[in-house]
């Protein structure tokens, strides 16, 4: 059974960082692209960072490009998205995924 768990979460001022860690399990995970997603208030469902299986390669929505960082170690089964300069629009629930599955989310609160 796939399972993909998020943490890290939480209230932080503007300007502040937080990491974000999902780990994975019930599936060869250093073999899966993965994905970061979050869902703003009021807004479906947004994709924000990818990461292919290698961890060599990674690619990001504008609106977050220069402040995430997507990475992964495949030896803990884990992914992370390092969230830094954040701003009040990043407030959201985020999901790691892959393919059709997703996690339970992580709340992301950036308060003014």
């Known amino acids: 059974e796939v399972q993909l768990v998020e943490s890290g979460g939480g209230l932080v001022q503007i300007a502040g960082s937080l990491r974000l860690s999902c780990a994975a399990s019930?599936?060869?995970?250093?073999?899966?692209?993965m994905n970061w997603v979050r869902q703003r208030p009021g807004v479906g469902l947004e994709w924000v960072a990818s990461?292919?299986?290698?961890?060599?390669?990674?690619n990001y929505a504008d609106s977050v490009k220069g402040r995430f960082t997507i990475s992964r170690d495949n030896a803990k089964n884990t992914l992370y998205l390092q969230m830094d300069s954040l701003k009040t629009e990043d407030t959201a629930t985020y999901y790691c995924s892959t393919g059709s599955f997703r996690g339970q989310g992580t709340q992301v609160t950036v308060s003014s």
């Open positions: 019930g599936f060869t995970f250093g073999t899966y692209w």
């Open positions: 990461i292919v299986p290698s961890g060599k390669i990674t």
